[in-house]
């Protein structure tokens, strides 16, 4: 198993920042991908960033692309989301979550955190 838990988020105004932290632990020499996906109210869960546990290879929705930074670090077995120029629509609940392959899609990510709840105010 892999324990996954998250960190950082807040209530930020409009243009605002926040880094959200997703620390790994236990059978973390399985995990391939890591990823965030978030889930506003009323809405489905989205896809937001995913990286290779290696640290390479970050990939973006284009919703948050440009805005968002995601990164890992290797000492720490944590990956970071670092939010940036945040709008009212970046309002969710903000999940890590880790896979044992190459994924993007929510339905190959075995584990996952508990959330952390971000609220952008306009």
């Known amino acids: 198993q892999v324990q996954l838990v998250e960190s950082g988020g807040g209530l930020v105004q409009n243009g605002g920042s926040l880094r959200l932290s997703c620390a790994a632990s236990?059978?973390?020499?399985?995990?391939?991908?890591v990823g965030w996906f978030r889930q506003a109210p009323g809405k489905e869960r989205e896809f937001v960033a995913r990286?290779?546990?290696?640290?390479?290879?970050?990939y973006y929705a284009d919703s948050v692309k440009g805005r968002f930074t995601i990164s890992r670090d290797n000492a720490k077995n944590t990956v970071y989301l670092q939010m940036n120029s945040l709008k009212p629509e970046d309002t969710a609940v903000y999940y890590c979550?880790?896979?044992?392959?190459?994924?993007?899609?929510?339905?190959?990510?075995?584990?996952w955190g508990q959330g952390t709840q971000v609220a952008v105010s306009s």
């Open positions: 979550a880790a896979s044992p392959t190459f994924a993007t899609s929510s339905f190959a990510y075995p584990y």
């Open positions: 236990g059978r973390t020499y399985s995990v391939y991908t």
């Open positions: 990286i290779l546990w290696s640290g390479s290879m970050p």
